[in-house]
């Protein structure tokens, strides 16, 4: 399975706007970008994903670099309760596995 | 839409008995349903993958005869931890796709088991 690379930690003022990271150098043609974040104790929660479009919905922005070997999931206006682990992973399609990383530890400073 | 509930929400037992945890998809029918380990500090582990009417799938290192999976319905799949031991403390949490449209996996809000 292709593999991302993200950073371990982040931190973001709140209501400002946060830029996530993800590398996946390795993607194949038919790897679907998928996004997923995990508050603490609970269950991960879909956020969004792309394939090779930039993509919006309600939550983020998934902003997919042309060449598709990184992407960038763009939370506008963070709040205290967007403070979570976030997932980037790559999903072949016809196969609905999901393979979690270690992701990028959030943090919101109010 | 797209609920994904989890029965119990935590659980403690005595060390070689055995817990069943339920996992449903309330308001829609979820062909596949995927089960997660998580240990404290870690990413999520899939253990395996249920199909409804069939047999589970299971990640290579897990333990078929120790973690049975029953898929019975398009709604509801169960993890059961047979003969637990405190090693199988964790976090287990259960995923469903919609059927159809595969590419988002709703998950559960986790069961916490804590085998003393």
């Known amino acids: 399975d292709a593999k991302t690379t993200q950073p371990n930690s982040m931190e973001s003022n709140e209501e400002e706007p946060v830029h996530l990271p993800c590398n996946h150098s390795?993607?194949?043609?038919?790897?679907?970008i998928h996004w997923y974040r995990q508050l603490p104790s609970q269950g991960p929660e879909y956020v969004i994903h792309g394939l090779t479009s930039n993509v919006n919905n309600r939550m983020a922005s998934l902003a997919i670099a042309e060449d598709r070997k990184s992407s960038t999931l763009i939370l506008h206006r963070a709040t205290l309760r967007d403070a979570a682990v976030y997932y980037c992973i790559l999903v072949n399609f016809g196969n609905e596995k999901l393979t979690f990383g270690t992701g990028t530890r959030l943090t919101i400073i109010p | 839409g797209a609920v994904v509930s989890q029965h119990p929400s935590w659980v403690i037992c005595k060390s070689g008995t055995s817990v069943k945890i339920e996992c449903r998809s309330l308001d829609f029918q979820a062909t596949t349903m995927f089960w997660y380990r998580q240990f404290p500090k870690q990413s999520l582990m899939l253990m395996a993958t249920s199909n409804e009417g069939s047999k589970a799938t299971y990640e290579q290192g897990v333990e078929k005869d120790k973690f049975l999976i029953n898929h019975a319905s398009l709604t509801l799949s169960t993890l059961t931890v047979t003969s637990a031991h405190p090693e199988d403390s964790s976090f287990y949490i259960c995923?469903?796709?919609?059927?159809?449209?595969?590419?988002?996996?709703?998950f559960g809000p986790g069961t916490r088991l804590l085998v003393l």
């Open positions: 390795t993607i194949s043609g038919t790897d679907y």
């Open positions: 995923s469903a796709s919609l059927t159809g449209l595969p590419e988002t996996q709703y």
